[in-house]
């Protein structure tokens, strides 16, 4: 089935049945696409619906600049990504709490949960444009500059969005924050 542009108005618009058309479509696919990201059929269905949902929510704002199928896949490649980037944080830092229980010192299984937790929320709470620069920064090792170049935005502009970042981090990590920026300073682009 072709999308023509009329039916991205039509998403804009608030048109379930555009919408399920869609869904319908490109469910499937995606869900094959996704699980060669994440090697899990359940984890894969998730992510897309998880993309599907995300874009019923900012219907009114999704801006599809190609076809929608690339618009689709890109996003779906995108959150699968993110999820193997948060997936790589929990093993780091679960590999550090096996490393410091073989050194005698006692570890909670229940902080591990809550910090897997608060981390999934806090990075959540981070406005989209700002979770970028914050990931490009931490993960990728850029500097402000790269990433201002990058984006297409002044180093002000990225300055900003940073101390944002950590701003919201610092007031949903606590105690935590160190622990995390440590373990993203010490792995970069491999948690």
């Not at 999704?62 to 076809?67: A, G």
């Not at 073989?102 to 229940?110: K, N």
């Not at 709470?125 to 700002?130: A, T, Y």
Request: overall charge negative; aromatic content about 10%.
């Amino acid at each position: 089935m072709a999308i023509d542009p009329e039916t991205i108005h039509q998403i804009n618009a608030g048109d379930e049945k555009a919408f399920e058309s869609i869904f319908r479509t490109y469910y499937s696919p995606l869900a094959w696409f996704a699980l060669k990201y994440v090697s899990d059929q359940d984890i894969a269905e998730e992510v897309v619906q998880e993309v599907f949902t995300n874009i019923w929510i900012k219907s009114q704002s999704v801006v599809v600049e190609t076809s929608i199928k690339s618009y689709l896949y890109g996003a779906v490649r995108n959150a699968c990504l993110n999820y193997l980037k948060h997936q790589k944080i929990e093993q780091a830092y679960a590999d550090r709490v096996k490393m410091t229980v073989s050194h005698g010192e006692a570890v909670d299984t229940l902080e591990l949960d809550e910090l897997k937790e608060r981390i999934a929320v806090a990075m959540d709470r981070l406005p989209e444009k700002c979770r970028e620069i914050f990931e490009m920064s931490r993960y990728d090792g850029k500097k402000y500059k790269e990433i201002a170049q990058e984006l297409k935005l002044s180093q002000k502009t990225v300055e900003n969005q940073m101390g944002k970042a950590l701003k919201i981090l610092r007031e949903e990590l606590g105690d935590y924050l160190p622990v995390v920026l440590w373990l993203i300073s010490v792995y970069g682009g491999k948690i």
